[in-house]
């Protein structure tokens, strides 16, 4: 009797080696959050490491309050000395509202139990035992995983996408059976930022843009995510997504807290599951040889035609074999397979293959590439290695070198959508001819 009883709370506090004081606060490791669901849900307190030599114990007063040895948030319970654990609830008020309106972001919910011997002295610990956490966590990037489509342009060229609005582009993809969905992890402050009990549950949704109907979810915890680390995805397959429909991602974020938040993907999906189409009028093929968008011609001189301006239309050098976009017209030299001479020649000394073409168009990936090739018979290449064409021609010359007469030469066009399907066209062909009264020459108009 006059020595006063020392404790510990679930080992978290340790007295100081001969201290007499009353009162002893403990210095915890990093608070556990209170549940989402309340005190409820809370683990029970325990307590145990009460000594007294000299004279037994014989109750204890355990309190919840919002700071060291108060009882804001219940009255105080006494405990008969055999009782060592009570679940956190019975130490508050039985108004849940009450308590609640008490419990804010970032306050510690601090647990006292005192100890009292038969002699009716008594000693007291005090720890903070959970924290609160009202704060939502910051949301992460939300994305589609695929191509982007072409962006739509102020002009409105036609190789546009034209799903989307201008200025932005969407996620494209060919298949309509799976999407995936990546984002970065939703980040916690405060109190969560260091509670060892901090977790994250993530909800994953695809979504209708039209009428956010749900196609499919997914549920995310993360076991094997913590903060700041690397970006989680969800995938899903067996899906009837319909083509030209866009489709949006939203994951929602349940914090420990019970605090939640949504994020929207900022580009939509849409799928993509046919190649470029071109707009043709019937009976004018798609390709036409010649310049004029309503005339196809037949045949023309191998060689002798002046080249149009590179100002005028997109001229391609194909006489090296090497076919290269050019600026301007190469000299006037004469050109013959890899023969070449220094000898100006008046009339141009190369075949010149002129032609237009309708435009492709895609709605809703747009047209990424658009490709020109030259072949002895269509499908083929042989005559000029496939070559890339500016998205806006829709006309274009090509320098090869002479070609010999009677030879028919058609000109291939390929588009190739953002989701890599294509689509070619090819002109009907062109008979090259040699100059009238050529000697032994059968084609000579």
């Known amino acids: 009797i006059g020595e006063y009883a020392t404790a510990t709370v679930d080992a978290l506090c340790a007295v100081p080696p001969n201290s007499n004081s009353q009162e002893v606060v403990c210095t915890s490791p990093p608070q556990a959050l ?15 490491g009460f000594d007294d030599g000299h004279s037994p114990i014989v109750q204890y007063t355990v309190a919840l309050g919002t700071s060291a040895l108060g009882s804001q948030l219940g009255d105080p319970v006494v405990f008969d000395a055999s009782v060592h654990s009570t679940p956190l609830s019975t130490l508050a008020f039985s108004d849940d509202a009450t308590v609640e ?67 932005r582009q969407h996620v494209v993809q060919n298949t309509t059976s799976d999407a995936t969905v990546t984002w970065t992890p939703f980040v ?64 929602t974020a349940f ?43 037949d045949c023309q001189a191998r060689s002798g035609t002046d080249p149009a301006s590179p100002s005028t239309v997109v001229t391609i050098d194909a006489r090296s074999g090497s076919p290269a976009i050019v600026a301007e017209l190469p000299e006037l030299v004469q050109v013959t397979g890899d023969a070449e001479t220094d000898v100006v020649s008046p009339p141009f000394a190369a075949t010149v293959l002129q032609f237009t073409f309708d435009p492709f168009m895609d709605p809703e990936s747009g047209v990424a590439t658009t490709r020109v090739a030259v072949g002895s018979a269509p499908g083929r290449s042989d005559l000029m290695a496939w070559t890339t064409l500016p998205l806006t021609a829709t006309s274009a010359q090509v320098l090869l070198p002479t070609l010999p007469e009677g030879v028919v030469a058609y000109v291939g066009v390929d588009a190739e959508n953002a989701v890599s399907l294509h689509k070619s066209a090819w002109s009907d062909g062109v008979r090259l001819l040699c100059q009238p009264g050529t000697v032994g020459c059968d084609y000579d108009g």
């Open 255 to 297: 914090d420990y807290g019970g605090n939640s938040i949504t994020a929207y993907s900022q580009t939509r999906l849409v799928v993509d599951a046919t190649p470029p189409v071109q707009l043709v009028s019937p009976p004018v093929a798609g390709v036409r040889d010649g310049l004029s968008a309503f005339q196809d011609l």
């Open 188 to 251: 916690e402050f405060g109190a969560a930022e260091t509670a060892p009990n901090a977790s994250v549950v993530y909800v994953a949704q695809l979504l209708t843009a039209e009428s956010l109907d749900e196609v499919a979810w997914h549920t995310v915890a993360d076991d094997n995510v913590t903060v700041h680390s690397g970006a989680v995805s969800v995938s899903w397959d067996g899906l009837n997504l319909v083509p030209s429909r866009a489709y949006v991602a939203a994951v």
């Open 101 to 167: 309106a008490r419990l804010y972001d970032g306050l510690s919910l601090w647990v006292s139990v005192t100890a009292t011997n038969n002699a009716g002295l008594s000693a007291s610990v005090t720890v903070p035992l959970l924290a609160v956490d009202r704060q939502t966590p910051t949301a992460g990037m939300v994305s589609f995983v695929g191509s982007l489509s072409v962006p739509i342009s102020d002009s409105g060229t036609t190789t546009d996408a034209a799903v989307g609005s201008y200025g």
């Open 34 to 48: 209170l549940p989402g669901d309340g005190l409820d849900a809370a683990a029970p307190v325990s307590w145990g």
